[in-house]
């Protein structure tokens, strides 16, 4: 069975809770939760992973290759807009990678409105909360399916 990672970057353990007005109520349990069944039914195998680490997410990346991971979906969090490490581990490991967020980064701060992640992604998910998730797990599949 073909192994998904996803990756949840830093303050989205606090999902549920955190900024509702900007990310809604549901928690990070139960979007992994609606991402397992999807996996499922899609007979893929799911890997979550939550850190509030860069280092321990390059650490990650890194050895996705050696661990047989056949994509990546990642959402960066904060590191999105700082993190040079991640985006060289993503270029490095060369595991086919989407970058997902809940909100619109476009449609917030200027300081969010720039990924240094997304160069080195076969593409970007923005703005549709849970559902970002979902859409990006979709996309993952059908990357592995067509190559
Ligand atoms: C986020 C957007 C980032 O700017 C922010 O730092 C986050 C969450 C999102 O999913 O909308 O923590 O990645």
Not at 45 to 57: A, D, M, P
Not at 72 to 82: E, G, K, L, Q, S
Not at 107 to 126: D, T
Request: hydrophobic residues 40%; glycine residues 6%.
């Amino acid at each position: 069975m073909k192994k998904i990672l996803v990756i949840h970057g830093p303050n989205l353990h606090l999902l549920g809770t955190r900024e509702q007005q900007v990310y809604g109520s549901t928690t990070l349990d139960e979007i992994n939760g609606m991402l397992k069944k999807f996996a499922d039914q899609e007979k893929v195998e799911l890997i979550c992973f939550q850190s509030n680490h860069e280092g321990e997410i390059v650490d990650l990346i890194g050895k996705s290759k050696k661990d047989n991971i056949a994509a990546i979906v990642i959402n960066p969090a904060a590191y999105t807009h700082t993190s040079v490490a991640i985006r060289d581990a993503i270029a490095a490991v060369a595991v086919p990678t989407i970058e997902i967020h809940l909100s619109n980064i476009y449609a917030r701060e200027e300081f969010r409105q720039h990924s240094l992640i997304s160069p080195v992604c076969y593409g970007q998910i923005s703005g549709f909360g849970p559902e970002s998730y979902v859409l990006g797990l979709k996309a993952a599949i059908n990357i592995i399916k067509s190559i």
